[in-house]
């Protein structure tokens, strides 16, 4: 069942997991990648095992981070990772730059006796590692429910109108928050039902421009001539629209009667008479 906790087959040995997801949903996510095979449920001295681990891991770490201050290493560790079985330890560090650790790998290998692997990540997957709280005031969606990072660019803030300050679009990470992502396609949809920003519409009253939508009350905010603001709910905003175009149409019809009435200056004079 999704949230149980199981033992799969790792590289070389066992490690503990839990099931996020079951099903067909699993197969196309998969693509051409393997996942690991479970082996069981655990057991309750599996389960102390885990749990024997975690406090291992913590010990571990602070023990890395003692030792990379001695090896004057420029890296930030982030997080410790114990193989279930113990037959593995994994180290991961941000860096701005590579960094040579093989004398801190010789150094962890001699006291844990053990196999060392130092891995190095981006700020997005420390966040998922650490966790914390939102500007929403929910948990970061990394840690609660992101499997995997797509590209956030900042045109999917232009695309939701919102203001381009980085300070307010960047999520604990330091990087565009993931939400810009997963909200683009309700935006991009929602804001087909309106004309683009800008455009001029020919009334009664004069001319109004379409300066801002409210996605969530649905409705408009023109500029008049005169400078004053006016909002309109979406379907006063088409039944503006619709007015002005027949008000065009009807222009048009009446530019081209008016055309075809002149006299046309093609058409050859008569020739004089001859004396």
């Known amino acids: 069942m999704v ?9 070389k040995g066992e490690d503990f997991g839990r099931v996020v997801n079951m099903g067909g949903l699993v ?7 393997q996942y690991p095979v479970i082996l069981r449920k655990p057991a309750a001295k599996d389960l102390d095992q885990a749990d024997e681990n975690q406090k291992l891991e913590r010990e571990a770490f602070f023990d890395c981070r003692k030792r990379i201050d001695e090896h004057g290493l420029h890296m930030k560790l982030v997080d410790v990772e114990y193989q279930f ?5 994994t180290f991961f560090f941000t860096s701005e730059k590579r960094v040579d650790f093989r004398a801190l790998v010789r150094d962890l290998a001699g006291r844990y006796r053990t196999r060392i692997e130092l891995r190095q990540i981006g700020v997005r997957d420390e966040a998922k590692r650490i966790g914390g709280v939102g500007v929403c005031g929910r948990r970061l969606c ?6 995997e990072f797509e590209p956030v660019v900042t045109q999917f803030a232009k695309d939701q109108k919102l203001s381009l300050n980085p300070t307010k679009l960047s999520g604990s990470c330091g990087r565009l928050m993931c939400c810009l992502l997963y909200e683009r396609e309700f935006y991009a949809e929602f804001t087909k039902k309106f004309p683009d920003v800008g455009t001029v519409i020919e009334t009664g009253q004069g001319r ?6 409210d996605v969530f009350e649905e409705q408009a905010t023109l500029l008049l001539e005169n400078g004053k603001e006016e909002r309109l709910p ?42």
């Open 234 to 275: 979406l379907e006063e905003l088409k039944q503006l629209l619709a007015e002005d175009r027949e008000r065009k149409r009807q222009r048009k019809a009446a530019e081209r009667e008016s055309e075809n009435a002149k006299p046309d200056s093609r058409e050859p004079k008569p020739e004089a008479k001859k004396s």
């Open 85 to 89: 079985d113990r037959n593995k330890i």
């Open 27 to 33: 197969d196309r996510k998969a693509g051409d990648r």
């Open 3 to 11: 949230g149980d906790w199981v033992i799969v087959q790792a590289e």
């Open 142 to 147: 990394c840690e609660a429910f992101l499997r």
């Open 208 to 213: 109004k421009t379409l300066k801002k939508i």
